[in-house]
């Protein structure tokens, strides 16, 4: 039996080992785990979480290295989520990009954490909100979800964080994947890194206007940042950009709106497992079994089968 | 009041207005549209679902262009869906490609029916399934998934299909996005189309080496297949590709086994959206907005709330 008070007051004095033992806890998927998670909730929602996703080879990892390099320096506290697709073909490419890192892991206001998603299609990790809200609790003040921007993912990255950070290069400017990808229409912050190459101008300029068309859901339009991580150019603007964004969130709402919309989207994914668990019994699932072993053109359709099953 | 029993008949002599006619009573979603599904699902199951996919500028269209022109010369019939992302920066753009099909519109034997996901990440457009078991019971011999790859939207697509056929480009080889974004686990086959460009061998190659370093579910190893879209070369053989993976997955019971899997996956789906429509009453909506109206230090952790409202 874990002591959860012990634990709550370990996490929150940001003791790496305690904060460590809570992610295991919560991974572990045990009903302790979400009564430990139930414990915490009313200390949460005083980070700013942030995501950060592009495509691959955009320089995510170094600029959110930067960003840890600025923030630690100015007494703040940053916790990062890396969310690595896990295929047979790019297993450990990703993590290997997060050495770079490595050197704050001994920072004790830093706290670095990879996690793999199943299969490079399963969105964001299993749990990464969950040992998000761990952070929170444990006082961080800036959470960074890092995941390369491949199709779904990047939903899940934009409702997870409060501020979402789109990275592109200057070859991006040519690259008509990106805007068909979604990855458009859910920044909130465009960083264009690498901008010592060529082609920035052309892109920022292309981006400018493309934003001026588009129809948002609020009045916030996206500044368009330059970068270049390598060379720690552009960091202090990013920063102040971030700042900015959460402070208009704050202002008009829209952070509140935010952590609702979470509060409602998981309270009522809870509930739908709740009633998957309880309603896919041995009898039900045996009904569905004997007209699984009927040919489709004898079988009951599936409409029919949920409206019987469900009336049940 | 629709008269089923015309209409099945009609969409059964394929009748181009009939079919129509089913697709836009399925895509209002009314009550009537359900009962018309399950009135159609025993005469489903018989059609070729192809999934087609890969990244934009592959050339998804050309190559279904040309099986249109091949399967139709045959006596055969074919139906397209056609998956368009609607977004604010590709509207139209997708159905632009499209215009090189428009030749076949007027063939008896096909059909072509363009989608729009909501939003560039909604994956399969809603109701693209069950407009593909219209096209079924219709007797379509081929029914074609076309989409351009993002993420997630493949994942759809392959428990959509029975063959899902990923198409790369010779570039393809340097684009390690390709290898990350999860297009490589889902594919029954591949075309390395443009072949007539430079890149093709090595593409090959790798392609083969990475194929047979693969744990893959089955012990079909997907045959990768040079085309040349707008010289019609490699169709012929894509064909006979297809049919081998067909005759494979029926020989081997892994075209019941999807076909099962889609049943009990669309059983399970209308089962959670029956309880949600039912669980949350005014009632419980007033519960919930009642915590939303409190801070989140104040207000009941989600887990706390949905299973109080759970166990009511």
Known sequence: MINFNDLISGIKSQKK???????????NGTKEGI???????????????????GPPGAGKSSLTDCLIE???????????????????????????DRVRMMKHYDKPNVFIRSMATRGSLGGLAKKSKE????????????????????GQIELDVMNASDSTIVILVPESGDDIQMMKSGLMEI????II???????????????????????RPSDWIPSIIKT???KNIGIKELQNQINK????????????????YRYSHLTQQLISEKHKTEFWDNKKNKVLESQLSQSVSTRKSPYQLSEELYRK
Chains 1, 2 share one sequence.
């Open 187 to 190: 920044a909130d912050l465009f």
């Open 245 to 260: 964004h959460y402070i208009y969130m704050k202002k008009n709402g829209l952070l509140l709106k935010k952590q609702n």
């Open 228 to 230: 270049s991580a390598t």
């Open 17 to 27: 080992l305690e904060i460590a033992k809570a992610i295991t806890l919560i991974e």
């Open 35 to 53: 009564d430990f998670l139930s414990k915490i909730y009313p200390f949460t929602g005083n980070a700013h979480r942030i995501g950060i996703t």
């Open 70 to 96: 600025l923030y630690t320096s100015q007494g703040k506290s940053v916790a990062i989520i890396g969310i690595d697709p896990s295929s047979p073909f790019t297993n450990g490419a990703f993590l290997g």
């Open 193 to 215: 890194n690498k901008s010592d190459r060529e082609g920035t101008n052309r892109l920022f300029t292309s981006l400018s206007q493309v934003l001026t068309l588009q129809n």
């Open 131 to 150: 040992v998000a809200d761990i952070f929170d609790a444990s006082g961080f003040d800036l959470i960074i979800f890092e995941t390369v921007g491949v």
